[in-house]
């Protein structure tokens, strides 16, 4: 899925480019020890980069005002802005980084292999697997149906 950034509105509302988080007053977080730190540095590296030990602590940033944006896996900063959209917004309409998700298989088990590439193709030609992921990942209506822990 990749990487998205949410963004405090009340900082970084005029923010529309990568080019635009890549200045010297611009505080973006992230958490400790993930690939996300390593994409800040590379394309914004006059931004400070505060790194937390996890998503919690680095989102805060942004809910408090003390951070411009968050960077995470998708969709973690996609349901915060969802979550409080007084608060944080999602300022690219598509992740900055896409990743490459994958099943792991026992090597030598082609009739499996076989049947996971099936599965896959016909459910990405037939539009499934982009509703579900539409309806899992752009909304939060599922959110109450879900239990709580």
Do not use: Y
């Not at 005029?14 to 890549?22: E, I, M, P, R």
């Not at 193709?121 to 239990?147: P, Q």
Request: with cysteine.
């Amino acid at each position: 899925m990749g990487f998205e950034i949410d963004v405090a509105k009340k900082r970084a509302a005029g923010f529309k480019t990568v080019a635009g988080f890549n200045k010297a007053d611009v505080t973006l977080t992230c958490r400790r020890g993930v690939t996300s730190r390593a994409w800040i540095q590379q394309n914004m590296p006059k931004a400070t980069l505060r790194q937390f030990d996890d998503d919690a602590q680095a989102s805060q940033g942004v809910l408090n005002g003390r951070a411009h944006g968050w960077m995470a896996s998708a969709p973690r900063p996609r349901f915060l802005s969802l979550d409080d959209p007084a608060v944080a917004f999602m300022p690219f309409d598509h992740n900055l980084t896409k990743g490459d998700e994958a099943i792991a298989m026992r090597k030598g088990d082609p009739d499996t292999l076989n049947w996971i590439n099936n599965w896959v193709l016909f459910h990405t030609s037939s539009g499934w697997l982009r509703a579900r992921h539409a309806a899992w990942f752009s909304n939060r209506d599922w959110k109450d149906r879900v239990a709580k822990n």
